[in-house]
C-alpha cells in the first residue's frame, strides 16, 4: 500500500513510518496540515494516516476539505482525543476509523488492511485465469500456491486486477507506485511487468500492453 502518514511529533512519525515500511509499503510523511494538503490533492494514496493536532491547526478541517473535493481514501485517524464526543465528530468529518494514542503499530497495520479491503469492495475473491486475489488476507495463490511478489510487483499486479478487465495506464501506476522522493519512470515500470510477465507463466494469466493506453491482466489465451 501507499500510505500517507500526517504526524507532527518526530519519534513517533520515525517509528510509525519504519514500521510501515518494513512491513513492504510506501510511505510518505507531512507534519503541518498545508504540507499534508497539498500531497494529499496531487498524489494517489491507498490510506492516509492522520493525527488531529498539528502545528498549523485541527487536521479535521483538512479531512473536510479533502471530502469536499471529492477524496474517498481511507482516513485512519491517530489522536490522544479519545473522548467518545470527539471520536463522533472525526467520524462525521469523514473519518473511517479512529484509533486514540497510545496504541499497537500491529493494531495501526491491521486496521489500514480492513479500511482498504472495504474500499475495494469488502472481502471479495477476484480470479484471472488461475490467480486468486484473496481481499481478506490480501494474498496472491495460484491455485493452491502462495503466488509470493515483492512488494512493487504485487502492487503493479494488484493494482491491475482491481478491479479486473481494467485497463490502468502507464501514468496512473507509476503515480500509485511512486514516493514523493522515489519517482517510478516509464523504464522501470516496464521492467515490473516484464518480470511479472515471466512470473505469470503457467497461471493462466497474462498482462497484455494496449499502446498508448497501458496494461491490462487478462485470461491467458494459450493456456491450456
Do not use: C
Amino acid at each position: 500500500m501507499r500510505i500517507l502518514l500526517v504526524e507532527d511529533d518526530p519519534v513517533l512519525r520515525d517509528v510509525m513510518g519504519q514500521s510501515l515500511i518494513d512491513a513492504g509499503h510506501r510511505v510518505d510523511r507531512a507534519v503541518r496540515l498545508a504540507e499534508a494538503e497539498q500531497i494529499w490533492r496531487y498524489q494517489p494514496f491507498d490510506a492516509i494516516l492522520l493525527d488531529l493536532n498539528l502545528p498549523d491547526g485541527n487536521a479535521l478541517d483538512l479531512l473536510k476539505r479533502a471530502r469536499g473535493w471529492g477524496d474517498t481514501t481511507p482516513v485512519l485517524v491517530l489522536t490522544a482525543r479519545n473522548r467518545t464526543d470527539e471520536r463522533i465528530e472525526g467520524l462525521d468529518a469523514g473519518a473511517d476509523d479512529y484509533l486514540g494514542k497510545p496504541f499497537d503499530l500491529a493494531e495501526v497495520e491491521a486496521r489500514l488492511r480492513a479500511l482498504v479491503r472495504r474500499s475495494h469492495g469488502g472481502g471479495n475473491v477476484v480470479e484471472v485465469g488461475r490467480l486468486r486475489f484473496d481481499g481478506v488476507s490480501m494474498r496472491i495463490h495460484v491455485g493452491e500456491r502462495p503466488f509470493d511478489l515483492p512488494a512493487r510487483e504485487f502492487e503493479v499486479l494488484w493494482e491491475l486486477a482491481h478491479p479486473p478487465g481494467r485497463v490502468v495506464s502507464k501514468r496512473a501506476l507509476s503515480d500509485k507506485l511512486s514516493g514523493l522522493e522515489d519517482a517510478l519512470g516509464d523504464n522501470a515500470l516496464e521492467a515490473f511487468v516484464s518480470r511479472l510477465r515471466r512470473k505469470l507463466a503457467g497461471s493462466g494469466a497474462t498482462i497484455r500492453t494496449l499502446r498508448g493506453l497501458g496494461y491490462l491482466l487478462e485470461r491467458d489465451g494459450s493456456a491450456p
